[in-house]
């Protein structure tokens, strides 16, 4: 049996990795060396780099379809990956719920811009996302993964660019150490390129869900206002006439022209 003092250090150490975030197990006997395992973590040197972004904020939620990413590497199945990324990514953001209409055009492939905004024309979506993956490497729960890539947003109204933004990410197994108390290893998922591919289409979401999200705030904000203003407007003016009536401006489609950003 462990004395006290190693009993409390290894019960500390313990702690100290709980309440850092880690994930952490711990198997032992009192016939072998004690054994702490820890999960990895995506590994992401920045944040989102965004390229372009709107200038204005749409007036109501927005509908898109997602065409799958090009592989800008050379690579063997190249298509096969970036397609998979694609997947990844196409079923972070339905769960975030960004768009209330999201439709993934499997069977579709980005052959330009012309043809992003025809196929989301095509199903009167207003957006149509895709994009790139630069750089991609799968090495398994033994290796080291690493995946970078560009997110485009394209309005299929006017055919502009409205979102251009990169990420990068990867993840890799620590070599296991020898504390002479303990012995501590990392414990890595099953699928690496699935977790850093949701981890980056994470970070790319934000940005986008709250420029929706700002958008609707305000819309909602307009519309509280004028309604608060006809319902304090007087029945008749001061020479006893029923007042004209007061055109509003209903706002835009949603479709956003592209100049500096106001976010």
Known sequence: MFPARV???LLALLAALLVSGCGVS???DIASTPILTTEEWVQRPYEPAIYVQPAELPTRPLTAVFIPFRMQQAMNNGPYY???VSRYVFEIWARERIF???EFLENQRFTG???AIALARAKGADLAVTGSVQ???AGGSAGRSELSMRLEIYDAYNGQLLWSISDAGSMQPEATKDFVLFLKRSSMPNDPLYAVSASLAYSMSHPVKKWIQ????KQLAMERKEGSTLDDAPSQSENGQEPQGQDFQSGDTGRIPVTESLL
């Open 7 to 9: 009993t409390i250090t």
């Open 26 to 28: 711990a198997d032992y």
């Open 82 to 84: 970036a397609r998979e």
């Open 100 to 102: 209330p209409v999201f």
């Open 113 to 115: 811009q012309a043809n």
């Open 135 to 137: 750089q991609l490497m």
């Open 214 to 217: 700002k958008g609707l705030e």
